[in-house]
């Protein structure tokens, strides 16, 4: 088995809008997927084992008036079911820690499910911290 991660790329589309779908259960096209590669300051890694994507993550820059340094959020994390537990996940957060310190981030947050356990067992083995926070969404009708 051969496996790896990267950052994503324009040829990447296809294989990156069938895992949002089935992640997110959000269609979006190759085509918009493409123009977000091109025009967007999101970071985007695959995992890849043997030579097929099976994983992507991404992760955002912000920065607030409130602090004097830039912070970073992974914002998306999918492994499709047939790679899970293999370390894709893992060496994600890896690529988008390096891409992200690489442009001045100095602290990462990332939000997950209050049942995924599955997912806060990697987040901590990464050096996570669990806070008790709670979140709060509102979608916004247009």
């Not at 324009?10 to 296809?14: G, I, Q």
């Given at each position: 088995?051969?496996?790896y991660?990267?950052?994503?790329e324009?040829?990447?589309?296809?294989a990156?809008?069938?895992?949002?779908?089935?992640?997110?259960?959000?269609?979006?096209?190759?085509?918009?997927?493409?123009?977000?590669?091109?025009?967007?300051?999101?970071?985007?890694?695959?995992?890849?084992?043997?030579?097929?994507?099976?994983?992507?993550?991404?992760?955002?820059?912000?920065?607030?008036?409130?602090?004097?340094?830039?912070?970073?959020?992974?914002?998306?994390?999918?492994?499709?079911?047939?790679?899970?537990?293999r370390?894709?996940?893992?060496?994600?957060?890896?690529?988008?820690?390096?891409?992200?310190?690489?442009?001045?981030?100095?602290?990462?947050?990332?939000?997950?499910?209050?049942?995924?356990?599955?997912?806060?067992?990697?987040y901590?083995?990464?050096?996570?911290?669990?806070?008790?926070?709670?979140?709060?969404?509102?979608?916004?009708?247009?």
């Open positions: 088995m051969n496996m991660v990267r950052l994503a324009y040829k990447d589309s296809e990156l809008s069938l895992l949002n779908n089935m992640f997110n259960e959000v269609n979006i096209t190759s085509e918009e997927i493409k123009q977000n590669l091109i025009n967007n300051n999101e970071l985007i890694v695959v995992g890849v084992i043997d030579e097929k994507i099976v994983s992507f993550g991404c992760a955002q820059i912000y920065k607030s008036f409130c602090y004097n340094y830039l912070h970073g959020e992974i914002t998306e994390m999918y492994v499709n079911e047939e790679s899970r537990g370390g894709s996940a893992s060496m994600m957060i890896e690529l988008l820690e390096k891409e992200l310190k690489n442009q001045g981030v100095k602290s990462i947050k990332l939000l997950t499910g209050k049942y995924n356990h599955i997912a806060q067992k990697t901590l083995s990464c050096g996570y911290i669990s806070k008790d926070e709670a979140m709060f969404y509102k979608k916004i009708n247009t």
